[in-house]
């Protein structure tokens, strides 16, 4: 009665093991598919990816920015009055 227990208790501790092991696996498989988008990929995006406004030129980032009839823009504002250049 004892080993079966303790067979038991093995099985559960294996299968926690290798789901462990398994989700650790498709993590890295995942963050290597993704070009490591998971791992601050998304930080580094945000400060390198500026563009000039079409009204004023200021460069904003391009999540900060708003994009009217193909024109990128810095603001509502700008957008409203639409390109300068
Ligand atoms: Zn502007």
Redesign the pocket.
């Known amino acids: 009665m004892l080993t079966l227990a303790l067979k038991a208790a093995l099985f559960v501790f294996l299968l926690y093991l290798g789901i462990r092991l398994a989700k650790k696996a498709l993590k890295k498989w995942f963050v290597h598919l993704l070009g490591q988008s998971f791992q601050g990929g998304s930080k580094q995006e945000k400060s390198s990816h500026l563009q000039a406004?079409s009204?004023?030129g200021?460069q904003v980032a391009v999540e900060l920015g708003k994009t009217r009839n193909g024109n990128f823009?810095?603001?509502q504002e700008?957008a409203k009055k639409g390109p300068k250049l």
């Open positions: 406004c009204h004023c200021t823009y810095c603001s700008c």
